[in-house]
């Protein structure tokens, strides 16, 4: 954004704007200092008088539909990602806008991928204002380049999405929720057809939220679609189309088994140190990403419990192959699954009872009566950056650039053990540094980091200090992994130029302002 | 109640009151007709700081759960009736009310059955204010002589206690919602547990809309208790108790099949009516009730769709053993269920993913993007009482008692086809009256009576007189029928007399006032 926003320095000691696209927002506070008022958003009350009693509610096209939304200029238009890579229909989306002559639209995504690239014709032509959410590649790089003029990028957690729709501070004028399967009612799931990409619960809150509702499907069947994952009474238009998604594109091409031994290390010490800390006890719970370092350690791990014959209650997904062998072969009850990152994953969701739909009310929401993610025993994470005092980053490259959104990053750190497997240099740049770029997940919340070159704990975890302080394990101090890995590629590199423009902010779990993310001077 | 309330005519031509337990009320308008404004309630916005990150919401008792949700003078206290005439939960609430001395609360239940008789004690001394929901028995007649004198009964079908609940009408200070089996984080679920009720759709509402929410149960499991039909994201707290509710009486008393000779007949009529009338056709849907003659119908149908090799596409339930052999056989897809009566449907309910578990909003909620109710191609219903122009009743006796919850029946009658199999008489009353004692559902939505003198087709369905002219079915006006029963009894009876004191409200789908109920004079 080429205005200069007044900043303050939140609890974090970090610079960030009051004013976020034109709503005031709260600072940073420190982690679970903000306290929320008032109530939950509230969709408008609708009469089943408005809508077909016969229960049909298919529109001739995407087009009909939309008009009938009263799709208008201003309007803030949300979709999900479930179809990552491979959707087909946010694009077609924005080009009828452009047909209408609509301008000044919001997107509001759960996420946005490469192939959302053709949308920044729209931005440049005005007919999306801004986009707000989490841009990962091209529209990242374009926002950091300080191109989408109007408005900043906002990146929200998986559940900082649904805080944010429940608590009104995004109001969703058009839901478009693109279905591998739905009935003429409305009602949507994932799990099945010829685009399955496993679940929707990324659409959920919006279409609990949202004033108008489409879904969007290249499977309809007759009424009605069970499971619903998306339920039909929250529907106000149907849409058929020829093609949603790439089912190629729509598994994740991230679910690959990390071939490098040093990761393959790192992953094994990881489980190793899980296993040291007594975390691997019967009924215990992990989650573990679709990174190759986090794959291979959910391997690792499976290998411990088999030999101490130990059993999870529930594992939480993001679900790959390799959890689905471990529950159809007893090693946990349940999948609690967020996203299905393979096509086993699709399988065993549709199949099998113990793999468990869950969206992110349920696992992530700081804004409930609690959520599943502190039920946690241990998670295994990624993370961009690292600094000595634990603070982590997975939004911005050390080259300052925006390129990965937050996903469920943010809110899984409340599980009772947050590890971070990481390397210690990516392409000679040192992982570890001073102080993050941006800061995405305060240092109070990070418990672990695993490099090749030794275990760093936080030292607020004396707890996990003793338990593992004889089991051979190569425990270190962060500044001392640090100075080793500074000295190797002769010392700390040096830092991204950015200007005083702020292109974008990270959101904390409560709704407040943790980070500002600048534009990069190139 | 004894203070006179101003009455109005509504569009149906009865007398409604406008202000109803003090809040203004609109009378009914016809079907259809009225049109809501204005958003749906909203609860506050809770933070996951105020509640264990451990997930663990268990109280050391039910007082001490009811203490900390602040129970105080005047509040609403909601519960649902899956486990009928075998809920164990809600008179101790009560009791600990009054031990508490807390005064003038306000019952809500879904329904309140004979067992809840020992809460006309708490009426009498004051803790409970009124009762607003469908009282059966005992609490019926208690209302019914006048003697609930601070409020009215307020009579809602299932779908209008949802809508009442997301419109704001009622606010809910505590929900109570007992629970066969739950997790320590207050997931729950019916379909499991020493007090398996099969669902718990009836407390879904109060579980989003409540600002307080107890789950009480006899069964803690381990997190997470799957499914999780209530989700612990909204609820605060969790209370074990011995036992939450006798199985024997669980399970719902109605479900006999009828041995009377009429009522079969009037099954096996109805059955062919719905044949003649061209219903039965390859991927049709039916709902029929619990009730012996319901059953009966089923039965019948069964054997006629076996016959011409027919399957439904779904069914929808309150489930049964009869219903859960059709899905099992393969005689339809699904089962749509919305209460489980029997032990078979709970089964069957835990076990078969085509026994799908529905709750009133999916179903019955006027106020949503349509329901179910509307996609039925025909529903098969009770009655107390039905007039010349197929008004029916089935709250109110012909001595003028209410007696009977209106359940989903209101809901049901937007199906395509809406048949009332009902004996001519019942005790030598006649069931066919010039004008019913309380209006629970307009003619224009009912098209069908079948009695055992006859069948009689509303005159505003000419399709389906024409359908069945030839079909040899003896197809009668319906003022034909009723003057020959008027004569065999000698006359039509001598109508029960009423004071000009109002008791209690029927309200419509939409929210509006369909008829009042009187004090019956003794």
């Known amino acids: 954004m080429e205005q200069t926003l007044d900043l303050v320095n939140n609890a974090a000691g970090r610079r960030v704007p009051t004013l976020v696209n034109g709503r005031q927002s709260v600072p940073f506070m420190g982690v679970g200092q903000y306290k929320p008022s008032g109530l939950k958003a509230a969709p408008p009350v609708k009469s089943c008088s408005d809508y077909p009693l016969s229960g049909d509610k298919v529109q001739p096209s995407l087009k009909a539909a939309l008009e009938k939304c009263g799709l208008k200029d201003g309007m803030t238009i949300s979709s999900h990602h479930h179809f990552r890579n491979g959707d087909l ?4 989306v924005f080009d009828l806008a452009a047909d209408l002559g609509v301008k000044d639209l919001v997107w509001f ?18 007919v999306i204002h801004h986009i707000e959410g989490s841009l990962n590649g091209p529209l990242g790089r374009y926002a950091s380049e300080g191109k ?4 900043l990028a906002v990146l929200r957690s998986h559940g900082g999405r649904w805080q944010a729709v429940q608590d009104g501070e995004v109001h969703i004028d058009i839901a478009v929720i693109a279905a591998p399967t739905a009935d003429s009612f409305g009602n949507a799931t994932g799990d099945r057809g010829p685009s399955a990409c496993g679940l929707l619960g990324f659409g959920l809150v919006d279409s609990l939220y949202a004033d108008h509702v ?16 998306i339920q039909g009474n929250n529907v ?13 594109k729509i598994i994740s091409g991230t679910t690959r088994l990390t071939k490098s031994p040093d990761r393959l290390y790192i992953a094994e010490l990881t489980a190793n140190f899980v296993k040291a800390a007594g975390i691997l006890q019967d009924g215990f719970s992990f989650q573990a990403g679709a990174g190759g370092t986090a794959l291979a350690f959910a391997i690792y791990l499976k290998k411990l419990m088999l030999e101490a014959g130990i059993k999870a209650r529930f594992i939480r997904g993001g679900s790959t192959k390799y959890l689905v062998e471990m529950l159809e072969e ?22 099998n009872p113990g793999h468990v739909n869950t969206s992110p ?7 409930g009566k609690g959520n599943f993610a502190g039920l946690l025993d241990v998670v295994v994470l990624g993370a961009t950056e690292v600094d000595v005092n634990f603070n982590a980053n997975v939004v911005t490259h050390s080259d300052g650039m925006m390129l990965h959104g937050i996903g469920g990053w943010q809110n899984c750190l409340f599980s009772k053990c947050t590890i971070l497997p990481i390397p210690a240099f990516r392409n000679r740049v040192p992982i570890i540094v001073d102080e993050v770029t941006t800061l995405v997940g305060p240092g ?5 980091i695993v490099t090749e070159r030794g275990i760093a704990v936080n030292p607020a975890r004396q707890d996990l200090l003793d338990a593992t302080r004889n089991s051979g394990l190569p425990i270190r101090k962060i500044t001392e992994i640090k100075a080793e890995v500074d000295e190797l590629v002769g010392g700390a590199p040096q830092k991204p130029r950015f200007s005083d423009d702020i292109i974008g902010v990270v959101k904390w779990v409560d709704g407040t302002v943790l980070d500002s993310i600048f534009k990069v001077k190139t």
Chains 1, 2 share one sequence.
């Open 89 to 92: 229909v946010m694009n077609q």
């Open 361 to 367: 009310f349920t696992s992530y929401n700081w804004h």
């Open 109 to 126: 995504p759960s996420a946005a991928f490469p192939c959302h690239e053709p949308l920044i014709e729209h931005l440049e032509s005005g």
């Open 444 to 448: 109070e919340l990070i418990d672990v």
């Open 148 to 151: 989408m003029k109007k408005g």
């Open 330 to 351: 007893g090693l946990t009850d349940y999948i609690l699954d967020g996203q299905t990152f393979d096509l086993e994953g699709v399988r065993s969701m549709r199949e």
């Open 236 to 248: 106000d238009y149907v849409v058929v189309l020829d093609k949603v998604g790439e089912a190629d």
């Open 214 to 229: 489409i879904v969007v499907t290249d499977n309809l069947v007759p009424f009605p679609c069970v499971p619903w994952q």
